[in-house]
């Protein structure tokens, strides 16, 4: 079935450490998002690309960051997590961007030490 | 900028009674509302959506309303199951810049055996 992965499902990481999630799709859509979901609240979006076009939303922290080698696979990199920083990682992904569904994935929940 | 209100925060039902979530969007731009259910520990699922040349869509047990004068949109879901326990949330776009979906706060709705 087409669909959108994540791995891992849980991650542990230490303070400061780097950190990467990533994502793949086998929707073939053009645009994948990632989204920090803090527990009892809706998701964030921290940001997305269109094909190779990346874009940051205004107030994404420095910390995090983004790469999208190819359709399928798209990172999430954490730099230097902080406990701030514990959340579940939610990537989704939509065919173009112009009101259409997005389809997330299960989600890597973070936990930082 | 827009936002979305949703209410309850929580909710809960006997099985087989009707559960209603409503949502108010504050930008009349909006267009696309859809709504999403999140199991514990899943990536949240699309449920059904409504665009605003439509007043009402119904899919099986699942109909959303939109009343774009009120800038409002409501949940229905009828003949509750224990299966429909999980937290949903409303979103809402605009074409301007739809690729950003703003999420209402999310109802916990819990269904009583």
């Known amino acids: 079935d087409a669909m959108v992965i994540q791995n891992p499902r849980y991650q542990v990481t230490q303070f400061g450490k780097p950190v990467t999630l990533s994502c793949s799709q086998t929707?073939?859509?053009?645009?994948m998002y990632w989204y920090q979901q803090k527990s009892s609240q809706a998701p964030k979006l921290l940001f997305h690309y269109y094909d190779k076009d990346f874009n940051n939303e205004a107030d994404t922290p420095d910390n995090f960051q983004s790469r999208r080698p190819n359709t399928s696979f798209c990172f999430l990199d954490i730099r230097s997590p902080g406990l701030g920083d514990a959340a579940m990682y939610l990537c989704?992904?939509?065919?173009?961007?112009?009101?259409?569904?997005?389809?997330f994935g299960p989600g890597t929940r973070l936990l930082v030490l | 900028g827009e936002n979305v209100e949703q209410h309850p925060s929580t909710l809960s039902v006997q099985e087989g009674d009707s559960a209603v979530i409503k949502c108010t969007y504050s930008?009349?731009?909006?267009?696309?509302f859809p709504w999403y259910k999140q199991e514990l520990g899943k990536g949240p699922q699309l449920i059904i959506d409504i665009r605003s040349n439509v007043g009402e869509k119904k899919d099986q047990r699942i109909a959303v309303t939109l009343n774009k004068t009120a800038k409002h949109f409501s949940l229905h879901i009828t003949e509750t199951q224990p299966e429909d326990s999980a937290v949903y949330f409303c979103?809402?776009?605009?074409?301007?810049?739809?690729?950003?979906?703003?999420f209402g706060s999310g109802t916990r709705l819990l269904v009583r055996p």
């Open positions: 979103a809402a776009s605009k074409a301007d810049s739809s690729y950003k979906l703003i």
């Open positions: 989704a992904t939509s065919f173009g961007t112009v009101q259409e569904t997005q389809y």
């Open positions: 929707l073939n859509h053009n645009v």
């Open positions: 930008d009349s731009a909006s267009n696309y």
